[in-house]
């Protein structure tokens, strides 16, 4: 009896996590669509400019440049309402995630043994650690894939646009791999836990075996 009652509750933990992950992807994928946009949006400044140079200082006219001007100001408001409906997406739907999984983690640990297990707690913590490299590092992550389409639009509409980007991305990186290499040096490496195989059920009940 004891045996099927903890096969039921366990199932139960796994509907409730696979109903969380869906409602997460669907965020993540409204996240994503939200990124296309952010991305083009980001194009305005330099079209901006090339048409201060091309029409305005040719034309000298007053009309085009506050026109311009107006528009340009409108879509640099939807790129940061936008930038931060995304943030404020991805956070939301990370600690909503979070809550989920861990009060349901929890629930079910106390159903079966009035208490919280050793490897429940681990699995909270290891739902925690999730939360927050989504919450902080998701963003970079969905804009990565927009980045060759960002680089190919400057590079048609001006090179020098195009060098100027990819000098930009390079220098990103070597700054990010500099960082990188001396915080590796500089923190001490963390001693093997020993208790690892106690986190295999807690990885395996995430389905991240």
Same mark, same amino acid.
């Given at each position: 009896?004891k045996?099927?009652?903890?096969?039921?509750?366990?199932?139960?933990?796994?509907?409730?996590?696979?109903?969380?992950?869906?409602?997460?992807?669907?965020?993540?994928?409204?996240?994503?669509?939200?990124?296309?946009?952010?991305?083009?949006?980001?194009?305005?400044?330099?079209?901006?400019?090339?048409?201060?140079?091309?029409?305005?200082?040719?034309?000298?006219s007053?009309?085009?440049l506050?026109? %311009?001007?107006?528009?340009?100001?409108? +879509?640099?408001?939807?790129? $940061? !309402? *936008?930038?931060?409906?995304?943030?404020r997406? #991805? =956070?939301?739907?990370?600690?909503?995630?979070q809550?989920?999984?861990?009060?349901?983690?929890?629930?079910?640990?106390?159903?079966?043994?009035?208490?919280?297990?050793?490897?429940d707690?681990?699995?909270?913590?290891l739902?925690?650690?999730?939360?927050?490299?989504?919450?902080?590092?998701?963003?970079?992550? %969905?804009?990565?894939?927009?980045?060759? +389409?960002?680089?190919?639009? $400057? !590079? *048609?509409?001006?090179?020098?646009?195009?060098? #100027? =980007?990819?000098c930009?991305?390079?220098?990103?990186?070597?700054?990010?791999?500099?960082?990188?290499?001396?915080s590796?040096?500089?923190?001490?490496?963390?001693?093997?836990?020993l208790?690892?195989?106690?986190?295999?059920?807690?990885i395996?009940?995430?389905?991240?075996?």
């Amino acid at each position: 009896m004891k045996k099927d009652a903890q096969k039921k509750n366990n199932l139960n933990l796994s509907d409730l996590i696979s109903s969380a992950n869906a409602q997460l992807k669907k965020s993540v994928i409204w996240a994503f669509i939200f990124s296309l946009f952010i991305n083009l949006f980001l194009l305005a400044v330099p079209i901006y400019s090339l048409q201060v140079f091309d029409r305005v200082l040719s034309s000298q006219s007053l009309d085009t440049l506050v026109l %311009l001007t107006v528009l340009i100001l409108w +879509l640099i408001f939807l790129y $940061l !309402t *936008l930038d931060w409906a995304r943030a404020r997406l #991805i =956070s939301n739907s990370a600690n909503l995630w979070q809550d989920k999984i861990s009060k349901s983690i929890i629930y079910n640990s106390i159903s079966l043994s009035k208490e919280v297990s050793t490897r429940d707690s681990h699995l909270i913590q290891l739902v925690t650690n999730i939360k927050s490299a989504l919450s902080s590092n998701l963003i970079t992550a %969905l804009d990565i894939p927009w980045t060759p +389409l960002f680089v190919i639009i $400057l !590079t *048609l509409l001006h090179p020098i646009y195009g060098i #100027i =980007s990819l000098c930009a991305i390079f220098s990103l990186i070597i700054i990010g791999a500099i960082h990188y290499h001396k915080s590796k040096k500089t923190t001490q490496p963390p001693a093997p836990d020993l208790n690892i195989l106690n986190q295999a059920p807690a990885i395996t009940t995430l389905g991240m075996e």
